[in-house]
């Protein structure tokens, strides 16, 4: 089955999970996703209601609506294109694309990340954990799913002896199907956990299955069945089991680690997690749309310190990318010591705060405080090893910068701050010399996030040192379409960069026509 379609002015690409109109992304989600790619590889041709559950849900049992909503999401999508007639309705027999030509061509939508095609094993147990299938009636509401795959992830990632993937480089397993044993050898590790929520009124129900990804041996499985008010006491109850389940001799004191303080709150808990992907975008658009919903969770929860740690980084990204206001400046160090006094057990409100104490107040030895706690309680960390390694790049310290940002990497390697740790890499090559190791990872970053406009500075620097100037122009000139009020001056200050790295910057973005 071919990945990749064009069809009037949408182009899919299911490998990715993306429906794109024109140039900008659709919100149509991985099941709507999957539904038009099993549509148009029929064009034209009549799909039953039982191929389309098969294709969309593999292996699983759902409810016809499960299969309604997406065909309703379907269609909403393709009605900004004028296409929401394109999914004609079969009573008794199913759906039929009957929109334009569908041409099976053209190249992916969005990045490659080079990664080994197999990962050796580490020498202790190691895990991933793939998304959860929602399987609710509501699949706008799957951020519950997401947050308990990250819930689970956390707990697993404090046990010190377990090497566990970030849940960013299993985002791109979620479309079937699912190879376990090819996921396994792509990511390195031994165990993959998959597993299923069903949401239903006020009962929540979970299904896991823990898997050898080197035999393909289910190793565990359970269902739970709980009060929507027990999600909490629920994450931990999985993560417990599946520790239990990779080492029964486990003791009692590792397995009482993986209990963490939760918000009191759930309704806070769900505001944070719809920020999330705001916050991650690292531009200030998105962070203000982001602050919106985290001011909301922090008026119901005033001391939890993950929203304090996601406010802290949203004031980052509209300080340096917003005109460098002093008002967000102190806000984002406030937020960042907020989230250090409240959240010691957190390692994901440390490293978020640590990195603003470091960015924003310039204060680099509190900010290796903060992810050295932060790896205490989470040694599996990819997220501190790579906003680490920012700190340690800007700060010069080109050696180190490299290593920390490897680090992550290897913990993560298709994490959405990838592209971070390739900025790191990338300014630790330039400091080096070494200019073409430079230019490739800072193509690696705009692959890794397109929209950053940080990316394509740097980038603009390598091309410049290389004497690519037209090359490098076509970078600057799109750091101004991103970042109309571009300074490298600005940024450098901003960000309190090592005076010799600043110069030698400021001399190649110049030629490549970036404003001073």
Not at 145 to 155: K, L, Q, T, Y
Not at 217 to 233: C, E, I, M, P
Not at 348 to 355: D, E, K, N, S, Y
């Amino acid at each position: 089955m071919t990945d990749r379609y064009e069809f009037g002015p949408f182009r899919l690409d299911a490998s990715l999970g993306l429906l794109m109109h024109g140039e900008a992304p659709s919100e149509l989600g991985r099941r709507g996703v999957s539904l038009l790619h099993v549509l148009l590889e029929r064009a034209g041709q009549p799909v039953s209601k039982e191929e389309l559950i098969q294709g969309v849900w593999p292996g699983l049992v759902v409810e016809d609506s499960n299969l309604t909503v997406q065909v309703a999401a379907v269609r909403k999508a393709l009605a900004t294109g004028g296409g929401a007639a394109w999914i004609e309705t079969l009573p008794r027999r199913g759906y039929r694309y009957v929109g334009p030509e569908v041409r099976s061509r053209g190249p992916s939508l969005g990045p490659t990340v080079e990664v080994p095609s197999a990962l050796a094993l580490p020498d202790r147990p190691s895990i991933a954990v793939l998304p959860f299938d929602d399987l609710s009636a509501h699949p706008e509401q799957d951020h519950l799913a997401e947050g308990m795959v990250d819930e689970i992830i956390s707990g697993l990632a404090r046990i010190k002896w377990l090497f566990v993937i970030a849940r960013g480089s299993t985002e791109k397993y979620r479309t079937p199907p699912i190879d376990l044993k090819r996921i396994g050898r792509e990511l390195g590790v031994r165990y993959i956990l998959q597993g299923s929520l069903r949401r239903a009124a006020d009962r929540i129900r979970v299904s896991c299955q823990l898997a050898d990804a080197v035999t393909g041996a289910q190793v565990w499985g359970d269902h739970y069945d709980r009060n929507r008010d027990d999600v909490f006491a629920l994450q931990d109850e999985l993560s417990l089991a599946v520790v239990g389940a990779i080492e029964p001799s486990l003791r009692r004191a590792e397995a009482e680690r993986v209990r963490r303080k939760r918000p009191g709150s759930l309704d806070a808990y769900e505001l944070v997690l719809r920020s999330q992907r705001d916050v991650f975008s690292g531009m200030p658009e998105q962070s203000a749309t982001a602050l919106s919903l985290l001011e909301r969770a922090l008026a119901l929860e005033p001391d939890y310190a993950l929203a304090h740690s996601y406010a802290a980084m949203c004031h980052h990204n509209r300080f340096l990318r917003a005109g460098l206001k002093e008002a967000d400046r102190a806000a984002s160090v406030h937020h960042a010591r907020q989230a250090i006094a409240n959240g010691q057990d957190d390692a994901l409100a440390l490293t978020f705060a640590g990195f603003s104490i470091g960015m924003d107040a310039h204060d680099r030895a509190a900010a290796f405080t903060a992810f050295e706690a932060a790896l205490t309680v989470s040694p599996s960390s990819a997220l501190t090893y790579i906003l680490g390694s920012v700190i340690l790049a800007w700060g010069g310290e080109a050696e180190r910068a490299i290593d920390w940002a490897e680090r992550g990497l290897r913990l993560s390697p298709f994490d959405a701050w990838a592209f971070a740790a390739h900025h790191s890499i990338m300014l630790g090559r330039f400091k080096l010399g070494h200019f073409d190791e430079a230019a490739s990872a800072a193509y690696k970053a705009v692959q890794s996030n397109p929209a950053h406009s940080i990316s394509y500075m740097l980038l603009a620097a390598a091309l410049a040192k290389l004497g690519r100037i037209n090359d490098a122009r076509s970078a600057a000139a799109t750091v101004l379409i991103l970042q109309p009020g571009f300074s490298y001056r600005a940024q450098f200050k901003g960000v309190d960069c090592e005076p010799a790295l600043a110069e030698a910057l400021a001399l190649a973005v110049r030629d490549s026509g970036l404003p001073e």
